[in-house]
């Protein structure tokens, strides 16, 4: 069974930085498509970003300009640069991979913004 394992979350006042991180901990695993998904207190998980196979990105509008995904696939990571932090982007923090045949949710973190 395939493991996402996400690290990185924390406190940070607003205009801070933070970067999340999640592993694949199979080595069988190779991540096609990886997302991070975000999901605040009372609210629907939403899509932030998403990174493909061939290196194209997509960001929810909210975080254009202050969030990156990028993907290392040698380390089976994929990883989200959040700079500019709000407190509006206090949330669980969940990623989201994939291969050919089979995809996985992480066990989420936890980011809060706050001062």
């Known amino acids: 069974q395939v493991q996402l394992v996400e690290s990185g979350g924390g406190l940070v006042q607003p205009g801070g930085s933070l970067r999340l991180s999640c592993v694949a901990s199979?080595?069988?695993?190779?991540?096609?498509?990886g997302s991070w998904y975000r999901q605040a207190p009372g609210k629907q998980r939403e899509l932030v970003a998403t990174i493909t196979s061939g290196g194209s990105t997509n960001y929810a509008d909210s975080v254009k300009g202050r969030f990156t995904i990028f993907r290392d696939n040698a380390k089976r990571t994929v990883y989200l640069q959040m700079n500019s932090l709000r407190p509006e982007d206090t949330a669980v923090y969940y990623c989201?991979?994939?291969?050919?045949?089979?995809?996985?949710w992480g066990q989420g973190t936890q980011v809060t913004v706050s001062s």
């Open positions: 199979e080595s069988s695993f190779s991540i096609v498509d």
């Open positions: 989201y991979a994939r291969d050919y045949s089979s995809a996985y």
